[in-house]
């Protein structure tokens, strides 16, 4: 078994994607050709944004973002301590301090009441200057944005959802990738929306923002003359083959892949509610399930289960195993155990299982019993 099966669903569309690779390599236009346009314009259509730029992966798409913004040395940047390392190191890229707040043990995601209080303790410190919230769709869930905007508003800072690995969910119908000022995505091959290699996108309202990111993206050139560069940039593009290889597989995704990863996560979510903590989806949000993730009792538990899985052939992944602020990186700010107890659970107890629209139910059921039994 597979923990996320890529190959399936390769023999499922590999029709499409072998012509669209095909004829970019017929065409020669290697890198930003057409077929990233066309994608950037049906993405941006999807999640309900004005505006899509393609660029090299997630991870740059968060730099770039925090790059128009002007953000640097002295601003404070708050994150989630529980999330994928680019959420953080991608402000500490730019000299900037990341400001690392606990979750809500429920959805995994960053805490609005830990997010304010980091927001006073940071003002009373009076050492940085908040500038930014970055709130991480994890798993595949939206942040709580009707909590987040209206402490963003309150205090004056912008929000750039981190939305690597919620493309697809949604609260109420609108679309992640379309909260706050500018949203990022990924599209690394395991992230719900994944191509074969490195790829990512940013996602904004505003046509001056547009403008410096495509900038950004290519060195700072102007937009009339490639060589006359304005200000300092990245090397950050896209290549047509990864825009063609995604067009397909974001057909597949909106045509049925969402609905398919919904229904096994219902079928988990019906054989282990009972024996397990379960993942909660709050009413109105959808998640799009980059992570099916179970909690067991404690670290010594996790760990058993972990290792009695695997003896029956079933992969599963501690997504994550210590918090941002234990990451020795982030050891010279010496951030307290004592401020995130939420993470620290989570990361004991945290299991995340084999999880892909291509799933069978007999599939879920194997790993179900295997889970039972132990
Ligand atoms: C994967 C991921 C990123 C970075 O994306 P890459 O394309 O790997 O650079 C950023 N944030 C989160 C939450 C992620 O899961």
């Not at 490639?226 to 397909?248: C, F, H, V």
């Not at 620290?344 to 069978?360: D, I, Q």
Request: contains cysteine; hydrophobic residues 40%.
């Amino acid at each position: 078994m597979k923990f996320r099966d890529l190959g399936a669903q390769y023999q499922v569309l590999k029709k499409d994607i072998d012509a669209g690779i095909l004829s970019v390599i017929e065409s020669s236009d290697f890198i930003l050709g057409k077929p990233v346009s066309e994608l950037e314009n049906k993405l941006a259509e999807y999640v309900g944004r004005k505006y899509c730029v393609a660029c090299g992966n997630g991870t740059d798409a968060l730099q770039l973002a925090l790059m128009v913004w002007g953000i640097g040395p002295g601003d404070a940047v708050f994150t989630s301590d529980f999330t994928y390392f680019a959420s953080a190191g991608s402000a500490s890229i730019l000299g900037a301090t990341p400001v690392l707040v606990d979750i809500d043990l429920d959805t995994f995601n960053i805490s609005p009441e830990a997010l304010e209080k980091a927001i006073i303790r940071t003002l009373e410190e009076g050492k940085l200057i908040p500038k930014v919230i970055v709130p991480v769709d994890l798993f595949g869930q939206p942040a709580d944005y009707g909590k987040i905007l209206p402490i963003a508003e309150k205090y004056g800072l912008k929000v750039l959802e981190d939305g690597a690995q919620g493309f697809g969910g949604n609260i109420k119908g609108k679309r992640a990738c379309s909260f706050g000022d500018m949203s990022t995505t990924s599209f690394f091959p395991a992230k719900p929306l994944g191509c074969y290699g490195d790829g990512g996108a940013i996602f904004t309202d505003d046509a001056e923002e547009d403008a410096r990111l495509r900038s950004l993206r290519a060195q700072g050139k102007s937009p009339v003359d490639k060589y006359d560069n304005r200000e300092i940039g990245m090397n950050s593009r896209l290549d047509t083959l990864q825009a063609a290889i995604l067009l397909p597989k974001f057909k597949a995704f909106v045509e049925h892949e969402l609905d398919d990863v919904n229904r096994v996560a219902a079928w988990y979510t019906g054989r282990l509610a009972e024996h397990f903590v379960t993942p909660k989806v709050p009413a109105g949000f959808l998640s799009s399930w980059a992570q099916y993730t179970i909690l067991l009792k404690n670290r010594e538990e996790r760990d058993a289960m972990q290792k009695h899985l695997k003896e029956q052939g079933i992969p599963s992944m501690v997504y994550y195993p210590r918090g941002l602020h234990q990451q020795e990186a982030y050891k010279w700010m010496g951030l307290k155990d004592a401020l995130y107890p939420n993470t620290l659970e989570a990361t004991n107890r945290v299991l995340s299982l084999p999880m892909h629209p291509y799933m069978k139910q007999e599939d879920v059921d194997r790993v179900c019993q295997a889970l039972l039994e132990k």
